[in-house]
T-cell receptor, first 108, second 113 residues
Framework: GIQVEQSPPDLILQEGANSTLRCNFSDSVNNLQWFHQNPWGQLINLFY???GTKQNGRLSATTVATERYSLLYISSSQTTDSGVYFC??????????FGQGTTLQVKP | DAGITQSPRHKVTETGTPVTLRCHQT?????MYWYRQDPGHGLRLIHYSYGVKDTDKGEVSDGYSVSRSKTEDFLLTLESATSSQTSVYFC????????????FGPGTRLTVT
Protein backbone atom coordinates (compact mmCIF):
# COMPACT_ATOMS: atom_id res chain seq x y z
CA GLY A 1 0.00 0.00 0.00
CA ILE A 2 0.88 3.67 -0.14
CA GLN A 3 3.39 4.92 2.43
CA VAL A 4 2.98 8.41 3.87
CA GLU A 5 5.78 10.25 5.66
CA GLN A 6 5.41 13.61 7.34
CA SER A 7 8.17 15.93 8.47
CA PRO A 8 9.16 17.30 10.82
CA PRO A 9 7.58 15.14 13.56
CA ASP A 10 7.66 18.03 16.02
CA LEU A 11 7.88 21.79 15.60
CA ILE A 12 8.03 24.62 18.14
CA LEU A 13 7.47 28.19 16.98
CA GLN A 14 7.14 31.62 18.45
CA GLU A 15 3.90 33.38 17.70
CA GLY A 16 4.17 35.24 14.41
CA ALA A 17 6.65 32.88 12.79
CA ASN A 18 6.08 31.02 9.52
CA SER A 19 6.43 27.29 8.97
CA THR A 20 6.33 24.62 6.28
CA LEU A 21 5.14 21.06 6.87
CA ARG A 22 5.91 18.34 4.37
CA CYS A 23 4.08 15.16 3.31
CA ASN A 24 5.80 12.59 1.07
CA PHE A 25 3.88 9.69 -0.44
CA SER A 26 5.09 6.62 -2.27
CA ASP A 27 2.60 6.24 -5.14
CA SER A 28 0.15 8.19 -7.27
CA VAL A 29 -2.88 9.47 -5.37
CA ASN A 30 -6.41 10.58 -6.17
CA ASN A 31 -7.07 12.11 -2.76
CA LEU A 32 -4.85 14.13 -0.48
CA GLN A 33 -6.19 15.92 2.55
CA TRP A 34 -4.60 18.03 5.28
CA PHE A 35 -6.20 18.00 8.73
CA HIS A 36 -5.59 19.87 11.96
CA GLN A 37 -6.30 17.98 15.17
CA ASN A 38 -6.76 20.57 17.87
CA PRO A 39 -5.88 20.01 21.55
CA TRP A 40 -9.48 18.88 22.18
CA GLY A 41 -9.07 16.05 19.66
CA GLN A 42 -11.29 17.42 16.91
CA LEU A 43 -10.17 16.74 13.33
CA ILE A 44 -10.62 19.82 11.20
CA ASN A 45 -10.44 19.74 7.42
CA LEU A 46 -7.87 22.20 6.11
CA PHE A 47 -7.45 21.31 2.45
CA TYR A 48 -8.58 18.73 -0.08
CA UNK A 49 -5.67 19.00 -2.52
CA UNK A 50 -4.73 15.98 -4.69
CA UNK A 51 -2.89 18.45 -6.95
CA GLY A 52 -2.27 22.16 -7.34
CA THR A 53 -2.24 25.03 -4.88
CA LYS A 54 -4.91 26.38 -2.54
CA GLN A 55 -5.01 29.15 0.03
CA ASN A 56 -7.28 29.81 2.98
CA GLY A 57 -6.34 32.83 5.04
CA ARG A 58 -2.96 32.30 6.67
CA LEU A 59 -2.77 28.72 5.45
CA SER A 60 -1.88 27.49 2.00
CA ALA A 61 -1.03 24.12 0.51
CA THR A 62 0.68 22.84 -2.60
CA THR A 63 0.69 19.29 -3.95
CA VAL A 64 3.14 18.27 -6.67
CA ALA A 65 1.62 14.94 -7.63
CA THR A 66 4.30 14.05 -10.18
CA GLU A 67 6.99 14.36 -7.48
CA ARG A 68 4.82 12.80 -4.77
CA TYR A 69 4.84 15.45 -2.10
CA SER A 70 2.63 18.08 -0.56
CA LEU A 71 3.50 21.13 1.51
CA LEU A 72 1.40 22.97 4.08
CA TYR A 73 2.41 26.57 4.79
CA ILE A 74 1.38 28.36 7.96
CA SER A 75 2.13 32.07 8.05
CA SER A 76 2.06 34.41 11.04
CA SER A 77 1.38 31.51 13.37
CA GLN A 78 -0.95 31.94 16.36
CA THR A 79 -1.26 29.92 19.56
CA THR A 80 -4.55 28.53 18.24
CA ASP A 81 -2.57 26.85 15.44
CA SER A 82 -1.12 24.43 18.00
CA GLY A 83 -2.01 20.78 17.61
CA VAL A 84 -1.23 17.92 15.27
CA TYR A 85 -1.31 18.28 11.49
CA PHE A 86 -2.10 15.16 9.49
CA CYS A 87 -1.68 14.42 5.83
CA UNK A 88 -3.86 11.61 4.45
CA UNK A 89 -3.83 10.08 0.96
CA UNK A 90 -5.57 7.41 -1.06
CA UNK A 91 -4.62 5.77 -4.34
CA UNK A 92 -6.67 4.07 -7.03
CA UNK A 93 -7.31 0.88 -5.10
CA UNK A 94 -6.52 1.88 -1.54
CA UNK A 95 -8.20 3.49 1.42
CA UNK A 96 -7.37 6.81 3.07
CA UNK A 97 -3.96 6.36 4.68
CA PHE A 98 -2.81 8.80 7.35
CA GLY A 99 0.71 9.95 8.07
CA GLN A 100 2.01 10.00 11.63
CA GLY A 101 1.47 13.74 11.91
CA THR A 102 3.48 16.84 12.78
CA THR A 103 2.97 18.16 16.30
CA LEU A 104 3.09 21.96 16.32
CA GLN A 105 3.42 24.07 19.42
CA VAL A 106 3.12 27.84 19.05
CA LYS A 107 4.42 29.79 22.03
CA PRO A 108 3.10 33.26 22.90
CA ASP B 1 -19.14 22.11 9.47
CA ALA B 2 -20.41 18.76 8.27
CA GLY B 3 -23.35 17.53 10.33
CA ILE B 4 -21.86 14.50 12.06
CA THR B 5 -22.53 13.47 15.62
CA GLN B 6 -21.21 10.53 17.59
CA SER B 7 -22.64 8.96 20.71
CA PRO B 8 -21.63 8.40 23.36
CA ARG B 9 -18.70 10.82 23.47
CA HIS B 10 -17.07 8.99 26.37
CA LYS B 11 -17.57 5.47 27.65
CA VAL B 12 -15.90 3.24 30.20
CA THR B 13 -16.76 -0.44 30.05
CA GLU B 14 -15.49 -3.74 31.36
CA THR B 15 -13.70 -6.45 29.43
CA GLY B 16 -16.13 -8.90 27.87
CA THR B 17 -19.13 -6.57 27.65
CA PRO B 18 -20.74 -5.59 24.34
CA VAL B 19 -20.47 -1.97 23.24
CA THR B 20 -22.18 -0.09 20.41
CA LEU B 21 -21.07 3.28 19.13
CA ARG B 22 -23.33 5.37 16.94
CA CYS B 23 -22.55 7.78 14.15
CA HIS B 24 -25.31 10.02 12.81
CA GLN B 25 -25.08 12.33 9.80
CA THR B 26 -27.42 14.93 8.38
CA UNK B 27 -25.56 15.40 5.06
CA UNK B 28 -27.11 12.46 3.17
CA UNK B 29 -23.63 11.27 2.18
CA UNK B 30 -23.42 7.79 0.75
CA UNK B 31 -20.14 6.68 2.34
CA MET B 32 -19.51 6.35 6.07
CA TYR B 33 -16.37 5.15 7.84
CA TRP B 34 -15.18 4.09 11.28
CA TYR B 35 -11.56 4.76 12.29
CA ARG B 36 -9.63 4.27 15.49
CA GLN B 37 -6.80 6.50 16.65
CA ASP B 38 -4.00 5.17 18.83
CA PRO B 39 -0.65 6.65 19.85
CA GLY B 40 2.05 5.53 17.45
CA HIS B 41 -0.45 4.25 14.87
CA GLY B 42 -2.28 7.35 13.73
CA LEU B 43 -5.77 6.78 12.35
CA ARG B 44 -6.65 3.37 10.96
CA LEU B 45 -9.77 2.28 9.10
CA ILE B 46 -11.95 -0.33 10.84
CA HIS B 47 -14.97 -0.69 8.55
CA TYR B 48 -16.76 1.40 6.00
CA SER B 49 -20.15 1.53 4.29
CA TYR B 50 -20.93 2.51 0.71
CA GLY B 51 -24.70 2.43 1.08
CA VAL B 52 -27.54 1.12 3.22
CA LYS B 53 -26.72 -2.46 4.20
CA ASP B 54 -23.48 -2.32 2.16
CA THR B 55 -20.36 -2.59 4.28
CA ASP B 56 -16.78 -3.77 3.96
CA LYS B 57 -13.72 -4.31 6.14
CA GLY B 58 -10.84 -1.96 6.70
CA GLU B 59 -7.34 -2.73 7.88
CA VAL B 60 -8.17 -3.40 11.57
CA SER B 61 -11.61 -5.04 11.48
CA ASP B 62 -11.03 -8.03 13.78
CA GLY B 63 -13.28 -7.85 16.85
CA TYR B 64 -15.63 -5.27 15.30
CA SER B 65 -18.87 -5.45 13.37
CA VAL B 66 -20.94 -2.71 11.75
CA SER B 67 -24.46 -2.13 10.55
CA ARG B 68 -26.18 0.49 8.46
CA SER B 69 -29.96 0.24 8.21
CA LYS B 70 -30.49 3.91 7.33
CA THR B 71 -28.47 6.38 5.28
CA GLU B 72 -27.91 8.61 8.28
CA ASP B 73 -26.78 6.04 10.87
CA PHE B 74 -23.70 3.81 11.02
CA LEU B 75 -23.22 1.63 14.08
CA LEU B 76 -19.96 0.09 15.30
CA THR B 77 -20.26 -2.88 17.67
CA LEU B 78 -17.64 -4.49 19.83
CA GLU B 79 -19.22 -7.86 20.59
CA SER B 80 -16.94 -8.56 23.56
CA ALA B 81 -14.74 -5.61 24.40
CA THR B 82 -11.03 -6.16 25.16
CA SER B 83 -8.44 -3.82 26.64
CA SER B 84 -6.74 -3.59 23.23
CA GLN B 85 -9.87 -1.84 21.96
CA THR B 86 -9.33 1.09 24.29
CA SER B 87 -9.00 3.93 21.80
CA VAL B 88 -10.56 7.03 20.34
CA TYR B 89 -13.07 6.17 17.63
CA PHE B 90 -13.86 8.55 14.78
CA CYS B 91 -16.67 8.39 12.29
CA UNK B 92 -16.25 10.01 8.88
CA UNK B 93 -18.46 10.63 5.86
CA UNK B 94 -17.92 11.37 2.18
CA UNK B 95 -20.19 11.93 -0.78
CA UNK B 96 -18.33 9.35 -2.86
CA UNK B 97 -15.50 6.85 -2.50
CA UNK B 98 -11.92 7.34 -1.39
CA UNK B 99 -11.14 10.04 -3.93
CA UNK B 100 -13.75 12.27 -2.30
CA UNK B 101 -13.11 14.55 0.67
CA UNK B 102 -13.84 12.95 4.03
CA UNK B 103 -15.26 14.83 7.02
CA PHE B 104 -14.84 13.61 10.57
CA GLY B 105 -17.08 13.53 13.60
CA PRO B 106 -16.02 14.66 17.10
CA GLY B 107 -14.84 11.22 18.24
CA THR B 108 -15.74 8.78 21.03
CA ARG B 109 -13.21 7.98 23.75
CA LEU B 110 -13.66 4.35 24.81
CA THR B 111 -11.87 2.83 27.77
CA VAL B 112 -12.07 -0.92 28.39
CA THR B 113 -11.01 -1.88 31.92
Amino acid sequence: GIQVEQSPPDLILQEGANSTLRCNFSDSVNNLQWFHQNPWGQLINLFYIPSGTKQNGRLSATTVATERYSLLYISSSQTTDSGVYFCAVSGNTGKLIFGQGTTLQVKP
Amino acid sequence: DAGITQSPRHKVTETGTPVTLRCHQTENHRYMYWYRQDPGHGLRLIHYSYGVKDTDKGEVSDGYSVSRSKTEDFLLTLESATSSQTSVYFCAISDGGYSYEQYFGPGTRLTVT
